[in-house]
C-alpha cells in the first residue's frame, strides 16, 4: 500500500498541474466518501445503543416496580409472629421509581451538510476551469 502511494506520487511529479489537480481532488472525494460513510454508520449504531438503553431502563424500571409491589404485598398480608424466632426486620417500602422514557434523540448526520458543500465547491471549481 505505502509503495503503491509513492509510485503514485512518482507518477503525479510526471504529470502537468491540471492532471494533477484533478486526480487530487478524486483522492479527496474518495476521501470525503469513506468518512461520510464512517459518520452513517457511527449515528446508525449510536441510535441502535440508545434505543437498547432505553429498552434497559424500561425493564429495569419495571423490576423494580414489581419488587416494590411485592414487599408492598408482604408488609399488608397478616402474618401471625412467631416469637420464638427471631422477626427480621424488613426495610421501610419505597416510593415506586419513576420510569423515564427513552428521549427519542435523533443524530443529524452531516453528510448532507457537506455533500451540499462539495457539490458547490466543484460547481465553482468545474465553472473556474472551463473559462
Given at each position: 500500500m505505502a509503495q503503491e502511494f509513492a509510485d503514485f506520487l512518482e507518477e503525479m511529479k510526471r504529470r502537468p498541474v491540471e492532471e494533477k489537480v484533478q486526480a487530487l481532488s478524486i483522492v479527496i472525494e474518495k476521501l470525503i466518501q469513506i468518512v461520510l460513510n464512517m459518520t452513517d454508520d457511527i449515528g446508525t449504531n449510536l441510535n441502535f445503543f440508545k434505543t437498547e438503553i432505553g429498552t434497559i431502563k424500561t425493564e429495569i424500571g419495571t423490576l423494580k416496580m414489581e419488587h416494590v409491589q411485592k414487599e408492598l404485598k408482604e408488609l399488608k398480608s397478616p402474618s401471625?409472629?412467631?416469637?420464638?424466632?427471631?422477626?427480621?426486620?424488613?426495610?421501610?417500602?419505597?416510593?415506586?421509581?419513576?420510569?423515564?422514557?427513552?428521549?427519542?434523540?435523533?443524530?443529524?448526520?452531516?453528510?448532507?451538510?457537506?455533500?451540499?458543500?462539495?457539490?458547490?465547491?466543484?460547481?465553482?471549481?468545474?465553472?473556474?476551469?472551463?473559462?
Open positions: 401471625s409472629p412467631n416469637l420464638s424466632q427471631p422477626q427480621k426486620l424488613s426495610s421501610p417500602p419505597h416510593p415506586p421509581p419513576k420510569i423515564e422514557k427513552p428521549k427519542n434523540i435523533e443524530i443529524v448526520s452531516p453528510r448532507s451538510a457537506i455533500m451540499g458543500e462539495l457539490k458547490e465547491l466543484f460547481k465553482k471549481r468545474d465553472g473556474s476551469s472551463g473559462k
